[in-house]
């Protein structure tokens, strides 16, 4: 069965330390695979996204994501968090007409 | 670019009334659009599909009659949802593909309350 597994439902971080946000999926083939961010009362905007090639794959506001085949992973990391990252983070797997998106991790972000 | 306007942010109707949603691509032609629907703490469930110019394809479980979807032109999809009831409330999100680029933009989703 396909299927997208983010382990994490809450992570707090304080501002300025580094961010991990796991994600693990179960696919046929090796999908496309998609990280979005959702502000509260908010569509979703796209930080970054992995077809094919270089594994490592930088995205916008700081961000990047490292594909592991062998893993069946697609964690999204960032160096420092800053206040303004504090929202609902969606890992997306699957065609890309056809997403199959994880439950979502909500960070939250202390001074 | 790749801006997606939902219109309306919020709306309240009363049971038995239908009401339209719409999701236009701003700055870019969208052959393909997409709806979902999301519950409050869940992630997003696709709805249906919609291709500029001919019928929407809906996921399984999702009534075509009750959700009317309406892609008359490359900015613009409409969703109607007819004859609401309170089970229908929700945050209804829409996303379009610029043609090629095989990623989805969304919109800022419209909340949507049945009394």
């Known amino acids: 069965a396909q299927s997208v597994t983010q382990p994490d439902i809450h992570i707090t971080v304080s501002e300025g330390a580094s961010l991990e946000l796991r994600c693990n999926y179960s696919?046929?083939?090796?999908?496309?695979l998609f990280w979005y961010v959702q502000s509260p009362g908010q569509g979703l905007q796209l930080l970054l996204k992995y077809f094919s090639g270089d594994t490592l794959v930088q995205g916008i506001k700081g961000f990047e994501a490292e594909f592991k085949r062998s893993q069946s992973s697609f964690n999204l990391r960032k160096p420092s968090v800053h206040w303004s990252d504090a929202a609902e983070y969606f890992c997306?797997?699957?065609?890309?007409?056809?997403?199959?998106f994880g439950t979502g991790t909500r960070l939250q972000v202390f001074p | 670019g790749a801006v997606v306007s939902q219109h309306p942010s919020r709306v309240i109707c009363k049971s038995g009334t239908s009401v339209k949603i719409e999701c236009r691509s701003l700055d870019f032609q969208a052959t393909t659009m997409f709806w979902y629907r999301q519950f409050p703490k869940q992630s997003l469930m696709l709805m249906a599909t919609s291709n500029e110019g001919s019928k929407a394809t809906y996921e399984q479980g999702v009534e075509k009659d009750k959700f009317l979807i309406n892609h008359a032109s490359l900015t613009l999809s409409t969703l109607t949802v007819t004859s609401a009831h309170p089970e229908d409330s929700s945050f209804y999100i829409c996303?379009?593909?610029?043609?090629?680029?095989?990623?989805?933009?969304f919109g800022p989703g419209t909340r949507l309350l049945v009394l």
């Open positions: 997306a797997v699957g065609r890309w007409d056809k997403l199959i």
């Open positions: 696919y046929g083939a090796t999908p496309y």
């Open positions: 996303s379009a593909e610029i043609a090629g680029e095989e990623t989805q933009y």
